[in-house]
């Protein structure tokens, strides 16, 4: 099972807002409703920010949205902060009954 | 408050066992399904295995399957990843992460902070 793609890196300045995609195929991300995004700052532990596409944890700001378009999920964050930068990495069930993970995507606020 | 407290990571040799552990508090662990997920240094995270409440399903990722078992004691509060033949790319933080969802659909939700393994001559 390959990584699912995501970009390496995303950039953005402070009360803007990115999008991380996340791109699948048929057998997983385009086949269900079962993507996750994970934030993880260095050194800890990743954290759940979106599941099952677009739902959001309580919690979890509600400056952070997730959608799903075909093979590919995307993550957007409004009104980007210091504090949301970090890596980011979807995930997705797949057909076998076992899940991928994104290749991580470093968000950087300027 | 939900916690998750791995145990068990260190420095092996090559083709050698170790025995993870996870402890679980603050939440029904024996009504959860559990996972474990790793992260080879600087590189992404990738899901290792996942164990349903009462252990009745169990999946592999294909890179270990055959090598680790994943397995849980619910009287405990504990999930286990027992894993032999170890090779060098199984070098990583090894994180157990309870699933979210139902019939092994779903998402991580939390995750421990992780414990290393070190797979080096």
């Known amino acids: 099972q390959s990584a699912l793609t995501q970009p390496a890196s995303v950039s953005g300045s402070p009360g803007q807002s990115i999008t991380i995609s996340c791109t699948g195929t048929?057998?997983?991300?385009?086949?269900?409703?079962?993507v996750s995004w994970y934030q993880q700052h260095p050194g800890k532990a990743p954290q759940l920010m979106i599941s099952d596409v677009s739902n959001r944890p309580s919690g979890v700001s509600n400056r952070f949205s997730g959608s799903k378009s075909g093979n590919t999920a995307s993550l957007t964050i409004s009104g980007l902060q210091a504090e949301d930068e970090a890596d980011y990495y979807c995930s997705s069930y797949t057909s076998s009954s076992t899940y991928v993970f994104g290749t991580g995507t470093k968000v950087t606020v300027l | 408050e939900v916690q998750l407290v791995e145990s068990g990571g260190g420095l092996v040799q090559p083709g050698g066992s170790l025995r993870l552990s996870c402890a679980a508090s603050?939440?029904?662990?024996?009504?959860?399904?559990m996972n474990w997920v790793r992260q080879a240094p600087g590189t992404g995270l990738e899901w290792v295995s996942y164990?349903?409440?009462?252990?009745?399903?169990?999946y592999y990722a294909d890179s270990v399957k055959g090598r680790f078992t994943i397995s849980r004691d619910n009287a405990k509060n504990s999930l286990y990843l027992q894993m032999n033949s170890l090779r060098d790319e199984d070098t990583a933080v090894y994180y157990c992460?309870?699933?979210?969802?139902?019939?092994?659909?779903?998402?991580?939700?939390?995750w421990g902070q992780g414990t290393l393994v070190t797979v080096s001559s």
């Open positions: 048929r057998s997983d991300v385009g086949g269900y409703n079962y």
């Open positions: 164990i349903s409440s009462g252990s009745s399903t169990i």
């Open positions: 992460a309870r699933f979210g969802g139902y019939s092994g659909r779903g998402w991580f939700d939390p």
């Open positions: 603050g939440f029904t662990f024996s009504t959860s399904s």
